[in-house]
């Protein structure tokens, strides 16, 4: 059974960073894409970025420039999601989303929250 993993949410004051981290296992299949959403309070789910399995990225306005999609090299199916200058209004659950070259359909992680206080 395929499962997205992610890791590195908490608390952080208004200026800092953090990283999450999101695992894919259960299949032996490569992702094609893979992407950070969130949930703010009250709010809809939101792409935050997404990475392809050829590198190419694309960020929400919001969030260019302050972050940054990576894929793990070492790591088969990991992505990372590196934060900094973190805004209260970035406060939310991020789910890790991901597609996979044989698989149809998304699969989503169970989300981690980001809280970022003033």
């Known amino acids: 059974q395929v499962r997205l993993v992610e890791s590195g949410g908490g608390l952080v004051q208004a200026g800092g960073s953090l990283s999450l981290s999101c695992a894919a296992s259960?299949?032996?299949?490569?992702?094609?894409?893979m992407a950070w959403y969130r949930q703010p309070p009250g709010k809809q789910r939101e792409l935050v970025a997404e990475?392809?399995?050829?590198?190419?990225?694309?960020y929400a306005d919001s969030v260019k420039g302050r972050f940054t999609i990576s894929r793990d090299n070492a790591r088969r199916n990991t992505v990372h999601l590196q934060m900094n200058s973190l805004k209260p209004e970035d406060t939310a659950v991020y789910y890790c989303?991901?597609?996979?070259?044989?698989?149809?359909?998304?699969?989503w992680g169970q989300g981690t929250r980001v809280t970022v206080s003033s």
């Open positions: 989303h991901a597609q996979f070259s044989a698989l149809s359909g998304d699969y």
């Open positions: 259960g299949t032996i299949f490569s992702t094609n894409a």
């Open positions: 990475i392809t399995r050829g590198g190419s990225t694309n």
